[in-house]
């Protein structure tokens, strides 16, 4: 099994950033991806960004130019910077872990961007 805790979400103003963190613990393997999905209000689950083990990333396309999503393989963390927040960015936010064994999900961080 494995757990993911997940930190950094709240209240920016649009325009402003944040950086969102997700830590994986259990039993994980050396091989995996990781990355973020998010909800807003009224939405379905949508990509943020994914990295893999090789540090190989994919964005939404909504997303390309303005988020960063990094990888430190040996704290199991992974990073997302967010920049340009606009309303529409205003979601809950998903950590996601997958490997060949699993397949789990974060409690959820919220991010919202309002004045």
């Known amino acids: 099994q494995v757990q993911l805790v997940e930190s950094g979400g709240g209240l920016v103003q649009p325009g402003g950033s944040l950086r969102l963190s997700c830590t994986v613990s259990?039993?994980?393997?050396?091989?995996?991806?990781m990355g973020w999905y998010r909800q807003g209000p009224g939405k379905q689950r949508e990509l943020v960004a994914l990295?893999?083990?090789?540090?190989?990333?994919n964005y939404g396309d909504s997303m390309k130019g303005r988020f960063t999503i990094s990888r430190d393989n040996a704290k199991n963390t992974i990073y997302l910077q967010m920049n340009s927040l606009t309303p529409e960015d205003t979601a809950k936010y998903y950590c996601y872990y997958s490997d060949f064994l699993n397949d789990d999900w974060g409690q959820g961080t919220q991010v919202t961007a309002s004045s």
């Open positions: 990295v893999k083990s090789d540090n190989n990333t």
């Open positions: 259990g039993n994980i393997l050396s091989s995996s991806t």
